[in-house]
């Protein structure tokens, strides 16, 4: 068995996470994308030290601050339940943080991680709509960050945010209250769009779209998540053609939807070749997300 996370200092508490997180092929993408980013991440939640702190060699930088061996004992023990659960991060801390914006997150609800974010944090989005734009629904919204960035990004429009599972809408309800916006956000309990037809000026989904060979492939860290959130049939596409299908009647004229759909533009350009789309650039990209307009929906044949 591997030696226990230790160290005398933070710095050093950090380089023994990261040696210990790369002996047990730990897995990332909730949030860090390699081994010392997401044992920084630990051992200054653990510590109760600010996540944005400094690292580096200055003599007074936290990398240097001493730790007594009772916090040493404590940062151990959350190494080894996250090496022992393959439970992402954000599972063990109950929080994530999207576009610097942090939200509470447990087991019930996928862990926030929506390219879709970054489109609503830098505007990217905003000459698209109308200026009559007022009813936003942020669908398969999880713990609710999308619905709640929405709000916080136009504050002058009102956000649903709908869920096919109770217990993501629980979580989702956690953050609306968290940020104050329960006044603007509405959470739905819905079967894709069954249960909120709208009229949509703009529909946000970050949707199942995982391909059933991606599935089974996927590393322990993420089958602990929801396997609703995540799974999208043989070719990750079975969702997305119900949404397609049934988006239209759902949306004003001048309505657009973004979709995201991960590493599956092959798959989707497949199953849906004629309908014309334009793919929004993302920090992975310019083929992750995906924007359409009702007028585009309306003229292809349902799916």
Known sequence: MSATVQGATVGALIASGTA???????????????????????????????????????????????????????VATLFEERIATRKPAAYLTREAWLVGVPFYVDERAIVPRSFIAELLADGSIDGWLSDQTRDVLDLCTGNGSLAVLAAMAWP?????GADISADALAVARINVERHGLHERVHLMQSDALAGVPGPWDLILCNPPYVNAHSMAQLPAEYRAEPELALAGGADGMDFIRRLLRAAPA?????????????????????????????????????????????????DFPSP
Not at 156 to 160: A, F, K, N, P, R
């Open 250 to 298: 759902c949306m004003r004229e001048d309505a657009v939807l973004v979709l995201e759909i991960g590493n599956e533009r092959a798959h989707f350009e497949a199953a849906f070749p004629q309908l014309p789309v334009f793919w929004l650039e993302t920090s992975a990209g310019e083929d992750q997300v995906l924007l359409i307009t009702r007028s585009a929906l309306a």
């Open 20 to 74: 210990r997180l790369e002996a047990a092929s730990a897995g990332f993408g909730h949030g860090t994308a390699n081994a010392h980013d997401e044992a920084a991440w630990l051992v200054l939640w653990r510590l109760g030290l600010p996540l944005d702190s400094a690292l580096g060699d200055e003599p007074d930088s936290v990398a240097n601050q001493p730790v007594t061996p009772a916090q040493q004992a404590l």
């Open 156 to 160: 002058e429009v009102q956000v649903t």
